[in-house]
């Protein structure tokens, strides 16, 4: 069954190129029912799906091996969500070609979530760059994004490929995620500095950041809403799945160096975001500020931690995903996305407004909302575990949230509207719809996140 | 009476090799006889005697049988690489114009034949005068073929070839003197003979050998001809060259690694040439960078290739060879859809369809070309779901079990660079900020074929891996 989740989405996005170019309707309606299809399938299918096939046996056993049970779960669901509001906000000269990248996207990053073998996490890994860097070809503006994107992230993929080789020599077989074994041996750290570093590349973190910021605010909204959202937890997921049931000691060993720089990242992501005037770079730095808080908590190790990054990978992936989705539409109608040219959008857009304060707030951390949860988990767990000091220090990041956050709210929703721009209209039903169930989640994981507790507790336990 | 030392199952051995001289033969004759020269029949005729020649060659997978006192022998490698030899000689033979030159093209094919049973007589060769006698049969055909493309550059082409050839056959049939002279046999089995090592000739013989091969397999430092060569010749002969002349070649110096080394010695003897792998990792991959000339580009991009197939072999695991050869077959799928694709877009005898401006607004022009060039490119560079990428994760897992973590390492920082220079082209396909080229197309049916089997193979070698197990490369 999960294979379906991978190859449906694959296969209607090549079918895609099929329709006329200039087609909106056809590629925006299907590419919902796929998104919505792979919505589904594992919400009432009530088993984990589990798709195996052995496919190597020599030099170490690999089989192509997906599921959707465990941590996996609601990763899946939230990338599918995530895939039908971007399909759905879609709207755009190519509407066909980015639904069709779209719809691909979703179906590599089905393959990695839900991977139980790391060869086949290890294969998605790569295919899942290629469709962002595509669109960062067809409508990207700088040349060099696409490159520096695509350089960054696939040497990256090229080290985790090393350490899945190595690891796959060294242990037998890479047919093991969910399971948990500690590998020892002077090969171990190694190994796993491999796969941290292509993780940490992709998520990203200081100092190899520097793809990141021209890639989200170059993309095309509805990719970047993705790619933000979902696309950057594969490498915190891989921590999860690979990193602490295999690799506890190594992650120990390289404690402190990860501490320093997921603090770095912190405090380096909020102070840029402070001083930047495009709006989209700020909430792209603002992610390398949030996402440092969650490399800290994997980090320190801490079962309480873990949990919080699990669900502020979710918190994150929503309030991010209907950031980038809301800055589109702002982009498509004042054409600009300079803080300095905006202003005073509520008055006449009070819908575009309203979404825009709620997962503005839901970033800023607002009690009540899914960022806060995961913010407060994640500290009480590194306070719990003796690491004053990183607590301490990641607490100041997340005074600063509420300053950039407040400033972006300020500058664009009020202040004094700007008579130069004319053209203003409110959000659209479809427009509204894509935003909705992202917003509807960031309230429901705010006032009720247990389920996904659950889910996070599972964290290298063997299933 | 003289008795015949030689059975028929000797004979049998070679009757490949036979069929596809032989026909090479009837392509001459049928040009002579017929009335107008037609491309068509020549290419159909070869291409069905190179079938016929692969369908004969499988017959004997498996079976061990030493030739002519062990100068030739069968076995799953030597049939294997043959097959490589045959597909990829069928797969060039069907990039060609039949239109252009009619006159010529029963010629070309011939040609064309003649080195392919060159390079099956060098896939089981295994003594020294087998494997010189393959080398020139290959070389000297090739010295035509290349020279046949009506721009000078071909001439050039040509000549260069056959200068430097000819010095590194000179190395090679020097090496051969020395080795000989060392332990008095030119059977490569008993070169393995560890009294010989320590005769000084053996490692100078041993050496010489390598740099010849070094430079039939085209590595770094011994490449400087390939990337010129190969713009120079016509695309199919270039296609042709990358793949055959590179099997032939590492086939003879599998089993040389493999079978005609004692053991002691074996390390010091071929350390140096896989360090010289790993630099073409490298230095191929960033001689990629800066082509603008597809063919160019693919020179180089098979320079680096190539020494990953050949790190493969570190270390003289049984698993090595079989990698070496799943990375083999990949290459010819990857390599020559990729060939196809340029094929297509060359109508022309100047061949400015290889130019990498020529593929500006491919993307929009010809969707699925586009596509299957970005197929074939992404799978030079190691993206799955290609054969690519996993003939990479399994030379990746030899090496570091063979204890070669540094031809690793070298593999990756090599694949790295490659990206920008593969993702080059793939970018000027998509890229609506460019111009688009203005060039028709060709018509060539059968690269169309071509195109669509690669594709095919490609992806289902990613999740069949074929790695035959009764390969070992062993003279015995």
């Known amino acids: 069954m999960s294979l379906v989740l991978i190859v449906l989405p694959i296969l209607a996005g090549c079918a895609l190129f099929f329709v006329p170019r200039t087609d909106r309707f056809i590629s925006r309606a299907g590419g919902c029912a796929v998104a919505a299809i792979t919505f589904f399938l594992p919400l009432l299918a009530g088993n984990d799906g589990t798709f195996a096939a052995r496919w ?46 779209l719809l691909m996207l979703e179906g590599t990053m089905m393959g990695v979530f839900m991977a139980r073998d790391i060869l086949a996490f290890a294969l998605f890994w790569d295919l899942m760059l290629i469709p962002p860097f595509f669109a960062l070809v067809g409508w990207g503006g700088h040349r060099d994004t696409a490159w520096r994107y695509l350089i960054y992230n696939f040497s990256g993929g090229l080290l985790l490929l090393l350490s899945t080789a190595a690891f796959g020599v060294l242990y037998g077989s890479t047919d093991v995620i969910g399971t948990t074994h500690q590998l020892v041996g002077q090969w171990a750290p190694w190994i796993f500095a491999g796969f941290a570093l292509a993780f940490v590349v992709k998520t990203p973190v200081f100092p190899l950041h520097t793809w990141m910021p021209p890639t989200y605010s170059d993309s095309p909204p509805a990719m970047v809403s993705v790619v933000s959202s979902v696309q950057s937890k594969a490498g915190l997921f891989g921590f999860l799945i690979i990193g602490l049931p295999f690799f506890a000691n190594a992650m120990g060993e390289w404690r402190w160096a990860f501490i320093v720089a997921s603090l770095v990242s912190l405090l380096y992501g909020a102070f840029i975001a402070l001083m930047q005037t495009d709006a989209k770079r700020i909430v792209a730095y603002s992610s390398l500020s949030h996402l440092g808080l969650i490399v800290l908590a994997i980090f320190s190790q801490n ?71 995961g913010e407060i988990v994640i500290l009480t767990g590194v306070f719990k575990n003796g690491y004053f000091w990183p607590a301490l220090i990641a607490l100041i990041p997340i005074v600063l949230a509420s300053a950039y956050i407040l400033r972006l709210l300020q500058d664009i929703i009020n202040g004094p509207e700007r ?45 | 009476m003289i008795s015949n030392p030689y059975t028929w199952a000797d004979w049998n051995a070679v009757l490949p090799l036979f069929i596809v001289a032989g026909v090479a033969v009837l392509i001459l004759l049928a040009d002579l006889v017929m009335r107008k020269s037609n491309g068509w029949v020549s290419m159909l005729l070869g291409i069905a ?29 030597a049939v294997v690489l043959q097959e490589v030899i045959i597909i990829s000689s069928i797969f060039s033979v069907a990039l060609m114009h039949a239109t252009w030159r009619p006159e010529r093209m029963g010629g070309v094919v011939a040609l064309i034949l003649w080195a392919t049973s060159g390079a099956m007589l060098m896939a089981g060769a295994a003594n020294l005068m087998t494997v010189f006698l393959g080398l020139e049969l290959l070389s000297l055909a090739l010295y035509c073929l290349c020279a046949l493309a009506d721009r000078p550059a071909s001439r050039e082409a040509g000549l260069k070839y056959l200068i ?54 085209s590595l770094v430092p011994f490449h400087v001809w390939s990337p010129d060569v190969y713009e120079g010749a016509p695309l199919p002969v270039t296609a042709f060259m990358s793949v055959v002349t590179k099997a032939g070649a ?33 230095a191929g991959n960033v001689g990629m960078l800066a082509q603008t000339d597809m ?62 401006e020529s593929f500006q607004g491919l993307g929009a022009r010809r969707p699925p070309l586009a596509a299957a060039m970005t197929f074939f490119l992404l799978a030079l560079a190691g993206f799955p779901p290609t054969a690519g990428f996993l003939g990479k ?84």
């Not at chain 1, 130069?420 to 705010?446: F, K, M, N, S, Y």
């Not at chain 2, 793939?426 to 018509?443: E, P």
């Open chain 1, 56 to 101: 190597l046996s020599r030099p170490f056993t690999a089989s192509l091996h997906w599921s959707w049970g465990g941590l996996a779960f609601w990763i899946v669901l939230l990338l599918a969500l995530c895939t039908f509001c971007a399909v759905l906000a879609t709207n755009m000269a190519q509407t066909r070609t980015m639904v069709a990248l």
């Open chain 1, 303 to 373: 079962p309480t931690a873990i949990q919080g990054a699990y669900i502020y990978i979710m918190a994150h992936a929503l309030f991010s995903a209907a950031l980038f989705l809301i800055l589109g539409y702002i982009e498509e109608r004042e054409d600009t996305r300079s803080l300095a040219r905006l202003g005073g959008l509520g008055k006449a857009n009070p819908k575009l407004a309203g979404a825009f304060t709620i997962a503005a707030l839901a970033a800023l951390g607002l009690p009540g909302l899914a960022g806060f949860v």
């Open chain 1, 419 to 463: 008579p130069d721009i004319p053209h203003r209209r409110d959000l659209t039903w479809v427009e509204g719809l894509a935003v909705a169930p992202l917003l509807a989640a960031v309230v429901i994981l705010g006032v009720y996140p247990h389920a996904v507790l659950y889910a996070a507790s599972l964290v290298g336990v063997a299933r």
């Open chain 2, 49 to 77: 005697g190179l079938i016929a020649a692969g369908v004969v060659a499988a017959q004997s997978y498996g079976q061990a049988h030493d030739a002519f006192g062990g100068g030739f022998v069968l076995g799953g490698f």
């Open chain 2, 164 to 217: 430097l050839s000819s010095t590194a056959s000179g190395f090679l049939l020097f090496g051969m003197a020395m080795l000989f002279g060392a332990t008095g046999s030119v059977t490569l089995a008993s070169l393995a003979n560890p009294a010989a090592a320590a005769n000084p000739l053996y490692w100078m013989g041993g050496g010489l050998f390598l740099i010849g091969i070094a430079f039939k397999l």
């Open chain 2, 250 to 282: 590492l086939a003879v110096f599998a089993r040389f690694a493999y079978a005609a080394v004692p053991g002691g010695v074996s390390h010091a003897l071929l350390v140096p040439f896989f360090i010289i792998a790993g630099i073409s990792m490298i």
């Open chain 2, 295 to 356: 063919k160019r580009l693919l020179a180089y991009s098979g320079i680096a290739q190539i020494g990953y197939i050949v790190a493969a072999l570190a270390g003289g695991t049984a698993l090595g060879v079989r990698y070496a050869i799943y990375y083999l077959v990949a290459y010819m799928f990857m390599n020559l859809g990729a060939f196809a694709v340029v094929a297509i877009n060359s109508p022309t005898p100047a061949e400015e369809g290889s130019r990498i």
């Open chain 2, 393 to 476: 994760i399994l030379i990746l897992s030899t090496n570091v079990s063979a204890g070669f973590p540094w031809l690793a390492a070298l593999l990756i920082a090599g694949t790295a660079i490659s990206l920008y220079a593969y993702f080059k082209v793939i970018r000027l396909m998509y890229d609506r900020h460019v111009k688009a080229y203005t060039g028709a197309f060709a018509r060539l049916p059968l690269a169309y074929v071509t195109l669509a089997i690669c594709a095919v193979f490609v992806v289902v070698m990613t999740f069949y891996p074929f790695t035959p197990s009764n390969v070992l490369p062993l003279a015995k």
